[in-house]
């Protein structure tokens, strides 16, 4: 299936049959706010159609459902950094709780690793993607930036999550189906990273640069001017895990239970991830206070 044009001046046919003409230019609530991309409205089947023998596309991302975005909403450009994160920690004392699951000859949980110290790399730069921070911290962090800003910031919901990641494509990742071309595109698990990490799965066959978390905003962004939505760390989203999209609502909002739940939803792969799971259906599913130098995550607000 031929992929969309991923440059910024662009036309995006939407599910509602809306075009973008172009990809709007970001704004920024506050001076050290992440920039934000407005969402427009549109429609699109969320999840996969998994035909015989795809076993892997039944875990969670199917059946597929027609899912209604009404109203257009902001997102975060890129997803949230080691220096922003820094600011909210500073600012309130917050704590973070230590341990997080970094590589060490395997993935275990290391007692000292810490999004000060996420491991992989040692040293992050600003301008990294922040990692080691579970679902709670995330939802800390927002609720600050709320107060700080003026305005209500959120996680996205999935299928908000989904329809941003696909923005107007139907392919398995947003420049088109091959794992293979992601280079461009993603900081996912291939040659750089194999260089370095021995993990036993597949991985992309080209070169992005980068063995494990990179800056935000190095790659080519999706259609609406999304940067990472593939790969680099996995980003946290509003929902609760279903294991299947029966049942999910069709009109965008989150997927919640009654009493709240363990598990929540995580979106588009890391820089360690298989290229089976770097796709934007995939679904992942984790405990809400759980660290990993793969977890991030990216802010949401309605306009």
């Given at each position: 299936?031929?992929?969309?044009?991923?440059?910024l001046?662009?036309?995006?046919?939407?599910g509602s049959?809306?075009?973008?003409?172009?990809a709007p230019?970001?704004?920024?609530?506050?001076?050290t706010?992440?920039?934000?991309?407005a969402?427009?409205?549109?429609d699109?089947?969320?999840?996969?159609?998994?035909?015989?023998?795809?076993?892997?596309?039944?875990?969670?991302?199917?059946?597929?459902?027609?899912?209604?975005?009404a109203?257009?909403?902001l997102?975060?450009?890129?997803?949230?950094t080691?220096?922003?994160f820094a600011?909210?920690?500073?600012?309130?004392?917050?704590?973070?709780?230590?341990?997080c699951r970094?590589?060490?000859n395997?993935?275990?949980?290391?007692?000292?690793?810490s999004?000060?110290n996420?491991?992989q790399?040692?040293?992050?730069?600003p301008?990294?993607a922040?990692?080691?921070?579970?679902?709670?911290?995330?939802?800390?962090?927002?609720?600050?930036?709320?107060?700080?800003?003026?305005?209500?910031?959120r996680l996205?919901?999935?299928?908000?999550w989904?329809?941003?990641?696909?923005a107007g494509?139907?392919?398995?990742r947003?420049?088109?189906?091959?794992?293979?071309?992601?280079?461009?595109f993603a900081?996912?698990?291939?040659i750089?990273?194999k260089?370095?990490?021995?993990?036993p799965?597949?991985?992309?066959?080209?070169k992005?640069?980068?063995?494990d978390v990179?800056?935000?905003?190095?790659?080519?962004p999706n259609?609406f001017g999304l940067?990472d939505m593939?790969?680099?760390?996995?980003?946290?989203?509003?929902?609760?895990?279903?294991g299947s999209?029966?049942?999910?609502?069709?009109?965008g909002r989150?997927?919640?239970?009654?009493g709240?739940?363990?598990n929540?939803?995580?979106?588009g792969g890391?820089?360690?991830s298989?290229?089976e799971?770097n796709?934007?259906a995939?679904?992942g599913?984790?405990p809400?206070?759980?660290?990993?130098?793969y977890?991030?995550?990216r802010?949401?607000r309605d306009?």
């Amino acid at each position: 299936m031929k992929a969309i044009s991923l440059t910024l001046c662009v036309s995006v046919v939407l599910g509602s049959g809306m075009v973008r003409a172009q990809a709007p230019a970001p704004i920024k609530d506050c001076p050290t706010c992440p920039e934000l991309i407005a969402i427009p409205p549109g429609d699109f089947l969320m999840g996969t159609d998994p035909g015989p023998g795809d076993a892997d596309m039944m875990r969670g991302e199917g059946p597929q459902v027609k899912v209604k975005i009404a109203r257009g909403f902001l997102m975060g450009r890129t997803e949230v950094t080691h220096g922003q994160f820094a600011e909210f920690v500073k600012e309130t004392n917050y704590q973070v709780k230590l341990g997080c699951r970094v590589w060490d000859n395997e993935f275990v949980e290391k007692p000292d690793a810490s999004w000060q110290n996420p491991y992989q790399p040692r040293n992050p730069s600003p301008n990294d993607a922040v990692a080691c921070v579970s679902w709670l911290d995330a939802k800390a962090y927002l609720a600050w930036l709320s107060k700080k800003a003026g305005k209500t910031y959120r996680l996205p919901t999935e299928s908000e999550w989904e329809y941003a990641a696909r923005a107007g494509s139907t392919t398995l990742r947003f420049w088109g189906d091959s794992p293979d071309d992601a280079c461009d595109f993603a900081n996912t698990f291939d040659i750089s990273s194999k260089e370095k990490y021995p993990f036993p799965w597949t991985f992309a066959a080209c070169k992005d640069g980068y063995a494990d978390v990179a800056p935000v905003g190095k790659f080519k962004p999706n259609a609406f001017g999304l940067h990472d939505m593939i790969g680099n760390v996995w980003e946290w989203v509003e929902d609760c895990y279903a294991g299947s999209h029966q049942g999910r609502p069709k009109d965008g909002r989150a997927w919640v239970w009654d009493g709240g739940c363990e598990n929540r939803g995580t979106r588009g792969g890391g820089w360690n991830s298989a290229p089976e799971r770097n796709r934007i259906a995939w679904p992942g599913r984790d405990p809400i206070e759980r660290h990993a130098v793969y977890f991030g995550f990216r802010i949401a607000r309605d306009q």
